[in-house]
DNA sequence: AGCATTAAGGATAAACTTATCTTTTAATGC
DNA sequence: GCATTAAAAGATAAGTTTATCCTTAATGCT
């Protein structure tokens, strides 16, 4: 469904928003490992996410990755995966068809944009703060 | 959402099996003209798709490939992406953890399953039979 | 100022997907 | 049998994604 990039950058995004609720901003080291990701290939993603302001960092000593408040209210998993996958995993055809349009349908379009559209609702509809709740964090997992 | 592979293999298949409607069997270069796609690599596709028995083929002359009767009655879209994808578009982790599992799951999985099973169920309940029905075949396209 | 720390940036490598080309095998008609 | 046709099979190339490594820039501490 999503690629490599993408899912580290969810994860990575997600740990840092349940580690951000205590005020500390996190290193790399600890997101990698945390999440079970590539540490190198992890910070090229959390670079381009903080260009987007995604998620903020500072250099140098007891420097790292956090998001700050007002972040955690606004971003939803939708805004991480537009920036890591485009927007061709919301507006794309099931069959590749270079144009997915109502008015010259490929066969599967109107079962596929119902799929296509919960899904970007559902990403939505996610946010960081839900995902960095107490309740959240004591249920789900970041790696296995 | 799919693969190159899976696109391409999704369209020949749907293209061939409107064309065994008229008993003819189709050969590569037309059908890689109908669906706009690679010819040599459609033609791999295809060679997968025969060897896992989704549709037929025979070589020489007025040879091609083709779909029969049965096949056309019993394959739906889940099982070329099956052949094509593998199962882990069905039974992987949105967040790419090794196993998903609601013993252990990530933040996304409860919502993840739900797309996902969406997904699966729309491609069971897509037969060959319906794709390749007179209506589908005016109202629908194969290329753009 | 000098040093230690940590992210940013750039270059490169490995792996995988996508794509093409050539040779071989099977089927058909003569 | 022989020539012709078309898919199967194998080899190779191009492109993209995934991953690592090394250098540079920013920050804080002494
Ligand atoms: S045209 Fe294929 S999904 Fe819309
Ligand atoms: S564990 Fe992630 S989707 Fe099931």
Same mark, same amino acid.
């Given at each position: 469904?999503?690629?490599?990039?993408?899912?580290?950058?969810?994860?990575?995004?997600?740990?840092?928003?349940?580690?951000?609720?205590?005020?500390? &901003?996190?290193?790399?080291?600890?997101?990698?490992?945390?999440?079970?990701?590539?540490?190198?290939?992890?910070?090229?993603?959390?670079?381009?996410?903080?260009?987007?302001?995604?998620?903020?960092?500072?250099?140098?000593?007891?420097?790292?990755?956090?998001?700050?408040?007002?972040?955690?209210?606004?971003?939803?998993? !939708?805004?991480?995966?537009?920036?890591?996958?485009?927007?061709?995993?919301?507006?794309?055809?099931?069959?590749?068809?270079?144009?997915?349009?109502?008015?010259?349908?490929?066969?599967?379009?109107? &079962?596929?944009?119902?799929?296509?559209? !919960?899904? &970007? &609702?559902?990403?939505?509809?996610?946010?960081?703060?839900?995902?960095?709740?107490?309740?959240?964090?004591?249920?789900?997992?970041?790696?296995?």
């Amino acid at each position: 469904m999503f690629s490599k990039t993408c899912e580290y950058g969810l994860r990575a995004v997600i740990y840092i928003a349940q580690q951000a609720k205590t005020n500390e &901003k996190i290193g790399i080291t600890a997101i990698a490992d945390a999440i079970d990701s590539p540490q190198a290939f992890t910070a090229k993603i959390l670079q381009q996410l903080t260009k987007n302001n995604i998620v903020q960092s500072i250099k140098g000593p007891f420097g790292g990755f956090y998001i700050d408040e007002q972040n955690l209210q606004n971003i939803s998993l !939708n805004n991480i995966v537009q920036v890591l996958e485009g927007n061709r995993i919301y507006t794309g055809c099931g069959l590749g068809l270079h144009q997915c349009n109502a008015e010259k349908p490929c066969p599967l379009h109107f &079962k596929f944009i119902e799929i296509r559209e !919960n899904l &970007k &609702k559902m990403l939505e509809n996610t946010t960081l703060l839900e995902l960095s709740s107490d309740k959240s964090i004591t249920d789900y997992y970041l790696k296995n």
